[in-house]
C-alpha cells in the first residue's frame, strides 16, 4: 500500500525565519514519483515540484529547496526567509511507477507566516 | 488561457438531492480526476478516467457517479445516497505520461442544508 505522512499538522513561524515542512512516504515500488503542491486560502492546488525515485538529487529554486533521502523514505521542502505570502497548506503526494496518473496525499501542513 | 475549470464554486443541497458539479479543461488531457478534501484529512480520490468512456473507482466512490463524454468533461454527480457530502471537491487533469503532474481546479465547496 501506499502512504504519505506529514506529521507536522501546523506550523506558524514570524516573517524571514526558515522553515522546513516534513513528508515521509512507503511504497513497495522502486519506480515512484514525488510531489510538493501549494494550495492558498482561493482553494486551487498549485504545483511545486515533481522527484522520480532515481534523482535523489537536491533541488533549490529561488527561496524554496527540497531534500529527498530515499535511505529514510523522506522529500522534506525547505522555505528560507519565508513571507507572508508562502502561507497555505502545504501537501506532499506519491504516485506509483506502474500507474499514470492518480496521486497519494499526504494530510497536509498549514503553514502560517506572520508579519 | 489553458486551464481547468470548475463550476460552481459553492453550492448548496438538500438532503435528498443529487447535484452535479462540473469539469472542464481545455489543456488537451486524457486522464481527469476527482479528489474529496476534508479538513485534516488531505485529498481523497473518488473517481478517475484515463480515456473517453472509461473510468476507475477510486479509494471512496460509494455515493458518486461520473461520466466522461467527451475528453474535456468529467462531471462529477454527488447522490442522496452519500451519506456525508458536505465538502471541498477538486478536479484534475493529466497528460498521458510518466514525467508529468497533475493540474487542478479551484475547487467547489458542497453544503448540505
Known amino acids: 500500500a501506499q502512504k504519505v505522512t506529514q506529521a507536522q499538522t501546523e506550523i506558524s513561524v514570524v516573517e524571514k525565519e526558515d522553515v522546513t515542512l516534513d513528508c515521509v512516504y512507503e511504497?513497495?515500488?522502486?519506480?515512484?514519483?514525488l510531489f510538493w503542491y501549494k494550495q492558498p486560502p482561493s482553494g486551487e492546488l498549485v504545483f511545486l515540484i515533481r522527484?522520480?525515485?532515481?534523482?535523489?538529487q537536491n533541488e533549490i529554486s529561488g527561496r524554496y529547496s527540497w531534500n529527498f533521502q530515499k535511505s529514510t523514505s523522506s522529500f522534506n521542502f525547505t522555505i528560507t526567509a519565508s513571507q507572508v505570502v508562502d502561507s497555505a497548506v502545504y501537501f506532499c503526494?506519491?504516485?506509483?511507477?506502474?500507474?499514470?496518473?492518480?496521486?497519494?496525499f499526504g494530510r497536509g501542513t498549514q503553514l502560517t507566516v506572520w508579519p | 488561457d489553458g486551464g481547468i475549470t470548475q463550476s460552481p464554486k459553492y453550492l448548496f443541497r438538500k438532503e435528498g438531492q443529487n447535484v452535479t458539479l462540473s469539469c472542464e479543461q481545455n489543456?488537451?488531457?486524457?486522464?481527469m480526476y476527482w479528489y474529496r478534501q476534508d479538513p485534516g484529512q488531505g485529498l481523497r480520490l473518488i473517481y478517475y478516467?484515463?480515456?473517453?468512456?472509461?473510468?476507475q473507482k477510486g479509494d471512496i466512490a460509494e455515493g458518486y457517479s461520473v461520466s466522461r463524454e467527451k475528453k474535456e468533461s468529467f462531471p462529477l454527480t454527488v447522490t442522496s445516497a452519500q451519506k456525508n457530502p458536505t465538502a471541498f471537491y477538486l478536479c484534475?487533469?493529466?497528460?498521458?505520461?510518466?514525467?508529468?503532474?497533475?493540474?487542478f481546479g479551484q475547487g467547489t465547496r458542497l453544503t448540505v442544508v
Open positions: 503526494a506519491l504516485r506509483r511507477g506502474s500507474t499514470l496518473g492518480r496521486l497519494y
Open positions: 478516467s484515463q480515456i473517453v468512456n472509461d473510468f
Open positions: 489543456l488537451n488531457h486524457d486522464a
Open positions: 511504497t513497495r515500488d522502486t519506480t515512484y514519483y
Open positions: 522527484r522520480n525515485s532515481f534523482d535523489e
Open positions: 484534475a487533469s493529466s497528460a498521458d505520461r510518466w514525467n508529468t503532474e497533475a493540474f
